[in-house]
T-cell receptor
Framework: DVKVTQSSRYLVKRTGEKVFLECVQD?????MFWYRQDPGLGLRLIYF???????EKGDIPEGYSVSREKKERFSLILESASTNQTSMYLC????????????FGPGTRLTVL | AQTVTQSQPEMSVQEAETVTLSCTYD???????LFWYKQPPSRQMILVIR????KQQNATENRFSVNFQKAAKSFSLKISDSQLGDAAMYFC????????????WGAGTKLIIKP
């Protein structure tokens, strides 16, 4: 079974802090995604990576950056956290050639105070 | 731009009965894919069912089936013989055939199963 893990289930940070969210997948997937999930808005893509060191902006990249130094690991970085970044963050991965089936992690609920 | 609308924020159904979740989408494209994903409480999101727009036959996966109406841009999910384990948020999503990864998501429908 594909396993996607995220470093924390719950995280509380202060405004202005630098925040790292990590995601690891164990199935050698080329593609990895970071989404933000808010009630009534569904999932919105923040960033996508299709290979090591490669990334593309999604719909809402402002205030976020990403890093993919190894194939299995995709990090989301909030350079200076703000209260409007309080949300659920979901990581997902998929195979090139079968990108429709995205495998999701359990999510990180981030609260910025 | 494509959009996906789920007009039912919450639905409830009696255990063992059938429920239909609605999804409509807006696109000017003719080639695309549609999906239903399920997110159980405190558990990972998983793919339930997938439909190619060029296929007239509705997709089915065990107790889950879709009613795909291309002209009406409608893509509803029918769950037969509802079980307690079906309780979850259900998300409808769209992907253009010209994009190999970008999914457009609906807002979700919370499904409650009454024992």
């Amino acid at each position: 079974d594909v396993k996607v893990t995220q470093s924390s289930r719950y995280l509380v940070k202060r405004t202005g802090e630098k925040v790292f969210l990590e995601c690891v997948q164990d199935m050698d997937h080329e593609n990895m995604f970071w989404y933000r999930q808010d009630p009534g808005l569904g999932l919105r893509l923040i960033y996508f990576s299709y290979d090591v060191k490669m990334k593309e902006k999604g719909d809402i990249p402002e205030g976020y950056s990403v890093s993919r130094e190894k194939k299995e690991r995709f990090s989301l970085i909030l350079e200076s956290a703000s209260t409007n970044q309080t949300s659920m963050y979901l990581c997902a991965s998929s195979l090139t050639g079968n990108t429709d089936t995205q495998y999701f992690g359990p999510g990180t609920r981030l609260t910025v105070l | 731009a494509q959009t996906v609308t789920q007009s039912q924020p919450e639905m409830s159904v009696q255990e063992a009965e059938t429920v239909t979740l609605s999804c409509t989408y807006d696109t000017s494209e003719s080639d695309y894919y549609l999906f239903w994903y399920k997110q159980p409480p405190s558990r990972q999101m998983i793919l339930v069912i997938r439909q190619e727009a060029y296929k007239q036959q509705n997709a089915t996966e065990n107790r889950f089936s879709v009613n795909f109406q291309k002209a009406a841009k409608s893509f509803s999910l029918k769950i037969s013989d509802s079980q307690l384990g079906d309780a979850a948020m259900y998300f409808c999503a769209y992907r253009s055939a010209s994009s190999n990864y970008q999914l457009i998501w609906g807002a979700g429908t919370k499904l409650i199963i009454k024992p």
